[in-house]
C-alpha cells in the first residue's frame, strides 16, 4: 500500500493518464459500498422503528449510549494513524491530525444529549461498547497501527458520510415523533456541517492523483469493513 508524493503524481500525469482513472473507479466502488450500508441500515430495528414513527424516548437514549461507547474512541484511533504516516505521506499525516484535534470533543455533545433527555452521565460513562462497537473499534486501532495506513480514507468515508448524509436526517425524525428540542438532538445536528466539511477535505486527498491503484484497493476494503461493522453496532444495541 502506498501514496505516491507530489512530484511523483506530476511524472505520472506528465507520462500519460495511468492515474487519471483511479479516482473516478474508486468512487465508484465506494457509492457501491455505500449503497449496500444503505440497504443494510434500512433493515436495522431502531431505524425501522424511526422510519415507521413508533420509536421511543427508551429507543433514542439507548442509540445515544451505545453511540457513545465507540465516539470517544474515534479521535484516539485518528491520532494513533497519524503518528504512522511517515515523511514522505506528510499530507496524509497533517490531514489526520486535523481532524483528531477537530473530532475529541464530540463525545461530549453527546454527552450533554443523552443528559437532556434524562439519561444518567455516570451510567453512561461506566457504559460499555456493545459487540458492533467492539469489533469496529477493534478494527480501527489495529489498522491505525499500521505503516502508513492510508486505507483509513474508506473508514472516513462511511463515518463522515453518515453524519454527513444520515445524522440530521435522524435527528429531524426524532423531533418530529418524540419532540425533542434542538439540545437534545445537537450531536446528530452538528454532525451534519461538520462531517460534510470533512467529506470534502477527504474528496480532495481522493481526487488529488497521490492515490495509486493498490491504495484504493485499501480504501475500498477499508470502506467495507468499517460499513458492515458500523451497521452491526446499531443491530446490537445493548448487547
Known sequence: MSIT????????????????????????????????????????????????????????????FNL???????????ARAASNFDVEHFELRSAAIRHAEEEHRDHLMLERDYVAVGGSLTELRAGRKNLGSEALSGYLFHYADRPNP????????????LGARRAAEWAARFQEVLGLADNQVHFMIYHQEADGQHTGDMEGILTSGLIDASTADEIVRCAEVVARLYALQLEELDN
Open 68 to 78: 457513545r461507547q465507540q465516539v470517544i474512541d474515534g479521535s484516539p484511533w485518528i
Open 5 to 64: 508524493t507530489d512530484s511523483a503524481a506530476a511524472d505520472l500525469s506528465s507520462a500519460g493518464e495511468v492515474n487519471a482513472d483511479i479516482p473516478a473507479s474508486l468512487f465508484e466502488r465506494l457509492a457501491g459500498v455505500w449503497a449496500t450500508l444503505e440497504e443494510r441500515l434500512d433493515r436495522v430495528p431502531i431505524l425501522q422503528r424511526l422510519a415507521a414513527g413508533t420509536v421511543t424516548l427508551h429507543d433514542y437514549q439507548r442509540l445515544l
Open 150 to 161: 492510508a486505507g483509513l480514507l474508506g473508514a472516513m468515508f462511511i463515518i463522515e458520510g
